[in-house]
């Protein structure tokens, strides 16, 4: 049975913000027989850690993506709950042709990273989540990498490749050009996507 709290619906007071949002190109050829499906379908960078603030303006451009007759509504977000300041289970989205309340799930055991949209038709969206306090050149190279049709990184090992101890270490004292150079300026994430 739900609580009086968990029924409630959570309205922003502020207009939904244009989101930082990459996703992989939507006309590309089938994957080859056997092949593995790319990690994610792309990468958000939100400017806060507040869902209420930052979600509807994401919800309304993953609807909007698509032609126009196959508009489908987002009806769930699961979201890991480390990620996030607050936690509301349902979210009022007001958008141009509709209000729509859309379900909100919390996980402790999501990959850190993830979050998955899920629209009326079952179809769903896997997008690394940026931390917001994140550089813009280390943010614009990990939504890169994760939109790229083939990328096989997983949303953990993109936020591992953004918060390894050397990425903030003061490296005045490194000759120019070293590897540290290399995997601070994104080296190491865009080495991934390197032809083989």
């Not at 300041?85 to 007001?94: G, T, Y």
Request: hydrophobic share 35%; glycine share 8%.
């Amino acid at each position: 049975m739900w609580t009086t709290t968990e029924r409630r619906t959570t309205i922003s007071l502020s207009p939904p913000s244009t989101p930082r949002l990459r996703l992989r190109p939507a006309a590309r050829p089938p994957a080859p027989p056997g092949s593995a499906r790319a990690a994610l379908d792309g990468a958000w960078w939100p400017r806060s850690a507040d869902p209420v603030a930052e979600l509807p303006g994401l919800i309304l451009a993953l609807q909007d993506r698509g032609p126009i007759d196959d508009h489908r509504p987002i009806t769930h977000v699961l979201l890991r709950t480390g990620d996030w300041d607050s936690r509301p289970r349902r979210l009022r989205v007001d958008g141009p042709a509709d209000i729509r309340v859309v379900r909100l799930s919390w996980f402790d055991s999501l990959p850190s990273g993830l979050l998955t949209a899920v629209y009326a038709d079952g179809r769903r969206v896997d997008l690394f989540t940026v931390p917001a306090s994140t550089s813009g050149t280390e943010a614009e190279a990990s939504m890169e990498l994760a939109s790229h049709p083939d990328n096989h990184i997983h949303a953990p090992g993109l936020l591992a490749a953004l918060t390894s101890p050397s990425a903030g270490t003061d490296r005045a004292d490194a000759p120019a050009g070293s590897e540290n150079d290399w995997e601070t300026e994104g080296g190491r994430l865009r080495e991934d996507l390197a032809p083989r």
